[in-house]
């Protein structure tokens, strides 16, 4: 079936340092590609996509790219801020009915 | 743009209470919206899909008498945790799939309930 690997948190980060998240994935057909953050007691909001394969997905400073070849979506931001503390998820969908396959989050702690 | 309403927000209740928690699709129709429950530090776990009108899918090892689903219309899905446990604490989040989809985000999500049983 589909799954989504996300690497373990938490990552802790100073303000204005370079963040990645690893993010694979395995899945029949061509999957869509997303990146959810939830900030703390919130819902979940979707932070970019990628619908095949080569895109790139980008928002409020966040990028991460379709490689279908190493089947990664990995999440990166040349400069985070205190603000971006949050769980991130990366997820699928692929087939029908719009259903998402989630990775298990990655904890973000940006400290001063 | 489109948005699901989830309600309420958090709720405190005493041990085998039965609570309700409602999701609702404000400006679209949602034939179909999912049920997730996430634990403490963990990913989200799809627990059901509900079926307006008909009986809801549930995932394997979720307890069907225990997470009672109801999609009575088509802008209204509720869930029941019945006689609650302290065990079922948990935040509880809902989504709906987006009627645009393919030129957007595949569901929309509802901002969660906290439930906390003593």
């Known amino acids: 079936g589909d799954s989504v690997t996300q690497m373990e948190g938490p990552v802790t980060l100073s303000e204005e340092a370079f963040l990645t998240i690893n993010c694979t994935y395995t899945a029949t057909g061509y999957p869509s590609l997303f990146w959810y953050v939830q900030y703390p007691g919130e819902g979940l909001q979707l932070l970019l996509k990628?619908?095949?394969?080569?895109d790139k997905g980008s928002n409020k400073g966040f990028e991460a790219t379709y490689r279908k070849e190493t089947t990664s979506f990995h999440l990166e931001k040349g400069s985070v801020q205190v603000s971006d503390s949050a769980v991130y998820f990366c997820?699928?969908?692929?087939?029908?009915?719009?259903?998402?396959?989630f990775g298990t989050g990655t904890r973000l702690q940006v400290t001063l | 743009g489109a948005v699901v309403s989830q309600h309420p927000s958090w709720v405190i209740c005493k041990s085998g209470t039965s609570v309700k928690i409602e999701c609702r699709s404000l400006?679209?129709?949602?034939?179909?919206m999912f049920w997730y429950r996430q634990f403490p530090k963990q990913s989200l776990m799809l627990m059901a899909t509900?079926?307006?009108?008909?009986?809801?899918?549930?995932e394997q090892g979720v307890e069907k008498d225990k997470f009672l689903i109801n999609h009575a219309s088509l802008t209204l899905s509720t869930l029941t945790v019945t006689s609650a446990h302290p065990e079922d604490s948990s935040f509880y989040i809902c989504?709906?799939?987006?009627?645009?989809?393919?030129?957007?985000?595949?569901?929309?999500f509802g901002d969660g309930t906290r439930l906390s049983i003593l």
């Open positions: 400006d679209f129709q949602a034939t179909t």
């Open positions: 997820a699928l969908t692929a087939g029908t009915a719009s259903k998402l396959t």
């Open positions: 509900s079926n307006e009108g008909s009986k809801a899918t549930y």
């Open positions: 989504s709906a799939p987006n009627p645009r989809q393919g030129t957007d985000q595949p569901q929309h």
């Open positions: 990628a619908t095949k394969a080569d």
